[in-house]
């Protein structure tokens, strides 16, 4: 894939989100560089779906900086470059999973003499040419998720978003995922991002982006996380990370309980 701006795929500065009243995401500032596959990691509920909607332009109350491809996220002319999987496979399960890839190929605008070639590639790529013409409604979970994939894949786009896309599936097909995930950054520059909270797919990925109650802990590789806290593996290096940032929130609290304390000495003598 040709690229003639080397900046990141994907900036952010300053970015929170509200939901339902409550701060979601609070200051996140990172970067994804272009032809990486950076993982998305941390527990259930801190923020990793919001975070993606964000980049694919389906969330409400984001504030602050967040670039995608040069455009601000949700940018209409980003809509064939970024790829979005949501966790919820997006099928029609009265269709063949071929007829709604040639569906979705038409909402992209791929012209409809390339689109027999186009499905048949992304059929390939996720391992589902022998199912492409069976109900996407009679095919099983985890390959109802290989169809979402698939519809993402079409056309090529420079920027993947995939929210859990490994979760339930066997060993095998974890494996062949993470292979294809590996060839679209390698072979086609194509930049992934990866969420899990499976703390061994982190390993698979280049850099990680460690994400706790809303707030980055870390951005690193995997090498440099678990060099930087003596840990063996990321999900040590995270908990690791955890222990000193509470610890870090506890001090500061104590300074702060200290010093209004002090502050209402000072008032009552006064
Ligand atoms: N529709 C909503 N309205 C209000 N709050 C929401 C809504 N959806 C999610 N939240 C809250 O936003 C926070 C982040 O949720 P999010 O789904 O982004 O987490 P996650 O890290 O993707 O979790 P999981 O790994 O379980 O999918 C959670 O505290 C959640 O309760």
Known sequence: MMNNNPGPAVEAA??????????????????????RITGLLGPSGCGKSTL??????????????????GRPAGHRDLRPRVGYVTQAPSVYGDLTARQNLDYY??????????????????????DLTSHADALAGNLSGGQRGR??????????????VLDEPTVGLD??????????????????????????????EAERCHRL???????????DTPDALRERT??????????????QADAEAAQA???????????????TTR
């Open 14 to 35: 300053g970015l929170r989100v509200v939901r339902g009243g409550r701060t979601v995401l609070d200051d996140l500032a990172f970067t994804l560089p272009r032809g």
């Open 52 to 69: 993606m909607r964000a980049l694919a332009g389906s969330q409400a109350h984001v504030t602050g900086t967040l670039t995608v491809l």
């Open 105 to 126: 190929a038409a909402v992209l605008g791929i012209p409809r003499h390339d689109r027999a070639g186009h499905v048949d590639h992304v059929l390939h790529d996720v």
């Open 147 to 160: 169809v979402s994939l698939a519809v993402a894949l079409l056309g090529e786009p420079e920027l993947l």
């Open 171 to 200: 060993p095998v097909l974890r494996r062949d995922l993470w292979a294809l995930f590996h060839r679209l950054a390698d072979d086609r520059g194509a930049t992934v991002l990866v969420s899990s909270h499976v703390m061994d």
């Open 209 to 219: 982006l460690l994400l706790r109650d809303g707030r980055l802990l870390a951005e």
């Open 230 to 243: 003596g840990a063996d593996t990321v999900e040590d290096a995270f908990l690791r990370l955890v222990d």
């Open 253 to 267: 609290a104590g300074q702060a309980a200290g010093e209004a304390a002090g502050q209402a000495k000072e008032a």
